[in-house]
């Protein structure tokens, strides 16, 4: 061994080989969630199918920004947005259920990525007492054609707000609720 050059053994060690040997790699299993039945939404030019995204406004001076929600009826193209300061079940689900409240049809379906912020049992329970039905897809630029990162909308004028202001009083609002 006092012959070989430290870089031949470490040429030996890549090889496949020696990898086939020595190296057992266990690669991530994917764990079934049953929430949300992964298809795309089939609203059938009915109003009350909802899209929902969610935008990082992006850091600021080491600040943390605040997070864009921009919830879309997938047949009438009418557009509500709130920001919250934080993705977590605490933030989102006041926010949620006032976005909700500001559509004017009642809410048959609701659709999401597979991001994990609305794909919880708080989203679920709230969609089943609105009897609304709950899809998922992968994450990908189909998926996210309700959102672009430069702005939420071609005309802001059509996008109704849910901003940060009155969030403390949904907060306690939802509090009292649960």
């Known amino acids: 061994m006092a012959g070989v050059w430290v870089s031949h053994i470490d040429n030996l060690r890549h090889s496949a080989g020696y990898l086939k040997v020595r190296v057992r790699v ?20 009915r109003p009350g199918y909802l899209r929902v995204d969610t935008v990082h406004q992006g850091n600021h001076d080491g600040q943390p920004g605040l997070y864009h929600i921009n919830v879309v009826d997938t047949v009438t193209q009418r557009e509500v947005v709130g920001c919250v300061e934080r993705i977590s079940e605490w933030h989102l689900i006041p926010l949620l259920e006032a976005i909700l409240h ?31 039905e709950f899809t998922k897809s992968r994450a990908g630029p189909e998926s996210s ?34």
């Open 102 to 132: 500001q559509f004017p049809f009642v809410i048959l379906g609701f659709h999401c990525d597979n991001g994990s912020e609305f794909i919880n049992c708080q989203v679920k329970r709230m969609l089943e007492q609105l009897h609304a």
């Open 145 to 178: 054609e309700i959102i672009r990162q430069e702005g939420f909308s071609e005309n802001p004028s059509s996008a109704e707000s849910v901003g940060s202001s009155g969030f403390l009083e949904m907060r306690e609002a939802w509090q009292s609720h649960s």
């Open 26 to 45: 266990e690669h991530t299993r994917s764990r079934p969630n049953s929430i949300g039945e992964r298809r795309k939404p089939d609203p059938k030019g």
